[in-house]
């Protein structure tokens, strides 16, 4: 397997794990603003007013979901521009597609406006958040991954997948805040603040990257040590579909699950048991917070005793608090719902850390870009956007019961550990056959 990094010395390692971690919580702060509001203000600002509310949920939590029909396309056109042409320049792009989309939708009119067209342009904007959110993961995690020292791949890599906690906690707080202004306010105007507050992040990002190195696996590249005639994407299906495949469901806890215990979570607790949604708001920031100091820590551990170990823990862990976390909801105690969002976040950050240097490990340099991408899209179309809408369903076929959701959760987590551990299977083959190859090429005379 050709090495996640090159003969040369990694440049500015901690400043292109910065760069990665600067945009993609900017990104994720967008795409999070999103699922908050489709979760609490949406149903009512978007949809008639005489629609019942569980349909109006579930027509919100569908314009959520519409934004991931688009990343495996969006994985795909930059993944083959990252792959090409380099991680950066595809990442200045995603940066603003993402920004320009979520400032409109701070500026949109409501249905009692302009009627029907409001939803449309709502799903519209949506489709290029999903667009440019395909094309961000894979070149944030690959600038961070690349320019990696040797042995410290999943710790620096973990920078990128931070920026999905800081944009949780950027996006929970903003609307917490907002809500403060009281229901009227919020409803009215208080909902648009935090995606109108976006330009001012993206200009901050913006900056960061332009000012970015590409990494030393792109020189390379172009100085033709990697060379392939075909299409990326089509290299990357013909060889690689496997671990995509694998890669898919590997991920598909950290991805759906993640917007179950968190959207649906938050939907289930205002919609189904009444509770304050300053509470639960608090509460995910406080989870956000969390995964923002543990994930490092977890994914240092990943380089020490071996990524795929500390994922598999993880999603154990997954399995065990899956019912109990729900379960919790309904006492209405705040001490347990916090202590147990708390604990579903921990775990979930062991599984969701370490998961770019494993997915990196499992592609050559020249198609990597676009060989995560369509692994992270591909498994977020399947699993991510669709989640809350099928835990409202597979809820409401039980009366409103929890455990439904949860059991999805757990049986999903599951069948992540043993493609997890297929996939540190493939990438120890990869490897042998990498090693024999080398050996097998003769040495030129006076080497």
């Known amino acids: 397997m050709t090495d996640r990094t090159t003969s040369r010395t990694p440049r500015s390692p901690f400043r292109s794990a910065f760069a990665a971690l600067a ?4 990104e994720w702060y967008d795409f999070y603003a999103f699922a908050t509001a489709a979760a609490i203000v949406f149903n009512d600002v978007f949809f008639p007013a005489d629609m019942p509310t569980a349909l109006k949920t579930l027509a919100s939590f569908a314009t959520f979901a519409v934004g991931f029909l688009l990343r495996p396309l969006g994985g795909i056109v930059f993944g083959h521009i ?44 949506r489709l290029v958040q999903g667009l440019a959110i395909g094309g961000e993961w894979g070149g944030a995690v690959l600038i961070a991954v690349e320019n990696a020292p040797k042995g410290r791949a999943t710790f620096f890599g973990s920078f990128a997948q931070l920026g999905s906690s800081v944009g949780a906690l950027l996006s929970t707080g903003m609307f917490s805040l907002m809500n403060m202004f009281g229901d009227d306010a919020f409803d009215s105007w208080g909902w648009r603040v935090p ?44 060889k690689d579909w496997k671990t995509v495949l694998v890669g898919v469901f590997s991920l598909a806890t950290a991805t759906g699950g993640y917007y179950v215990v968190t959207s649906y979570l938050l939907s289930y607790g205002t919609d189904d048991l009444h509770l304050s949604e300053s509470m ?52 209405g105690s ?83 550990i043993w493609c997890t551990l297929r996939l540190r299977t493939y990438h120890r083959r990869r490897a042998a056959a990498a090693t024999a190859t080398a050996e097998r090429t003769p040495v030129p005379a006076g080497a």
């Not at 090409?84 to 603003?96: D, E, H």
């Open 82 to 125: 990252g792959d090409r042409v380099g991680r950066k320049k595809t990442l200045v792009i995603t940066l603003l597609m993402m920004g320009v989309a979520s400032f409109a939708i701070g500026l949109l009119p409501t249905y009692d406006q302009v009627g029907v067209l409001s939803p449309i342009l709502l799903i519209v904007l």
């Open 280 to 331: 639960l708001l608090n509460g995910l920031s406080l989870a956000a917070f969390l995964e923002l100091v543990v994930t490092p820590f977890l994914s240092l551990l990943g380089d020490k005793v071996g990524a795929h170990r500390v994922v598999v823990g993880g999603l154990a862990g997954v399995v065990v608090l899956a019912i109990p976390q729900f379960m919790v909801m309904g006492t």
């Open 195 to 238: 995606f109108l507050a976006s330009a001012v992040l993206v200009v901050i990002g913006l900056v960061v990257r332009t000012k970015l190195e590409d990494s030393p696996v792109m020189e390379e590249i172009h100085a033709g040590q990697e060379k392939s005639g075909r299409l990326p994407v089509a290299e990357v299906l013909n």
């Open 23 to 26: 945009g993609t919580s900017i």
């Open 334 to 416: 705040v001490a347990l719902i916090y202590l147990m969002m708390l604990a579903m976040r921990f775990v979930m950050s062991a599984l969701y850390g370490p998961i770019a240097a494993i997915l990196a490990d499992g592609f050559a340099p020249h198609v990597r870009y676009t060989g995560i991408s369509l692994s992270y899209q591909i498994c977020n179309l399947v699993f991510g956007g669709f989640a809350p809408v099928v835990a409202v369903w597979l809820a409401s076929l039980a009366g409103g019961a929890y455990w439904p959701p949860a059991a999805a959760l757990m049986a999903v987590s599951v069948i992540g």
